[in-house]
């Protein structure tokens, strides 16, 4: 309760409760320092506590203070720089050619103070310290060897010779160095023929040696060697015949095929011989048709009416054509029909070259790779793949390009089927390479197949076959690459 002073005036209500106001003024906000940064290195913040408090520092509650700005609780701070992964160059290729692998060195680097410890840094960040590498495609080199020819005896023991050589790619004769010494197959071998037959041939009597009277004669007579052919032909005449065996099965199961059986000189006594009169040999194959063909417009046809749900080759009525389609996932409602490249995965593939020349503007080596060029290795879209089928949609005939179902890739990225690109130069010089060889699928590539290019500064340079079979491309630029399309 208030009261007055004896010497002083009495107040009035309103003095007392501007004086009460005037308290309240005097309320401050009191806060500590910022605590330490929150990080040990880079961007982080510092925080700090507010209370309302009188001027003596008592708290007090906080909506006494609403009058008054509240101070920061929080601000930004910086730390010493973060240590980071840092790399060396890559090595050279583990291989000279083929797939391999490089290696190169990763650490943990502090600027200013170099390499630091690795823990330090973020491991799920770490750089990687291998990736595969394909360097020129490996030759191989193997001996090939001929028939043998006859035995040079007639009879009796002698030598036959055949012709061996080194071959390289494509079954190209190169110098015998090239083939291991140790696995070259013999060229000459020790022969015997059959058992030589002697027998003594006379020459011509000379004249009398007397013209009158009592004289003598003179002849020559040898031991000879006569070859077993014409004395087995002189003795027995008719002990030789050709023997055949069972016809096989028709090569196919429908439609025309082709069956055979064996047929083989011998003589009566059973051994094989090579006297008997070649015109009278009996045919060794003949043609055969078990049945007509039941053709089928798709694998889900085949496995509804045959009841079939293994995959295979099936025959398949492909635009008025019967062609041989391998048919995929025939266990489930919706079977995927396929092509078989019968020319081999070599002959099918899709690149994406993976290096970059430092100066973009040229195209040295008059545009040939070279694994020494003035450039790096280091396109994330580079990538080697080979085909063994591709997707094919009955409907359109178009081959679905981006089913990799029945693909391998050996380096890098998976690519597209008939695709090819790279990030090598801006001077048209593609490196990027594609090929498509279609023979023995009995399909061949539309002439309104175009390839249209995608990306930077791209060149296309496409070669195809007389009979649209077989595809060749280069494509690339800086970076690019081509893709089928159908106008």
Sequence with gaps: MLRTSPSAPALGFDVLRQLARGLCLKCLGNYNVYDHCSVSCGRGTKQREIACVYQNQTKIEEEHCGHL????????CRAQGCPSWKANRWRECSVTCGVGSQNRDVYCRLKGTGRVR????????????????QSAECTHYTWVAGEWE?????????????????????MTPVQDDYCEPSSQPASHQACKAAPCHYMWTSGQWSQCSSSCGVGYQQRMVSCSVVPSSLALRSDCPHTTYWKVGQWSKCSQTCGAGVMERRVECMTSKGHASKHCRPSERPESQA???DRECQSFASCREVQMRLGVKIDGEYYLKVKSRILQIYCAEMHTDFPKEFVTLRSGQTDNFSEVYGHRLLNPFECPYNGSRRQD???????SAAGYTLFHKV?????SLRIMITDLQFSQTLLGRPVPFATAGDCYSAAKCPQGQFSINLIGTGLKVAEATKWTSQGNYVTVKVHRSEDGARIYGRCGGFCGKCIPQVH
Excluded at 69 to 76: L, M
Aim: charged share 35%.
């Design 69 to 76: 700005p509240r101070p920061r609780t929080e601000k930004a």
């Design 118 to 133: 690795e823990d330090l840094c973020d491991a799920q960040q770490r750089l990687a310290i291998v990736r595969p590498c």
């Design 150 to 170: 006859d035995c040079n005896a007639t009879c009796g023991e002698g030598m036959r010779s055949r012709k061996v050589g080194c071959m390289g790619a494509a």
């Design 287 to 289: 043609a055969c048709r």
């Design 373 to 379: 060029c003035d450039c790096r290795n280091d396109y």
């Design 391 to 395: 997707r094919l949609d009955l409907s």
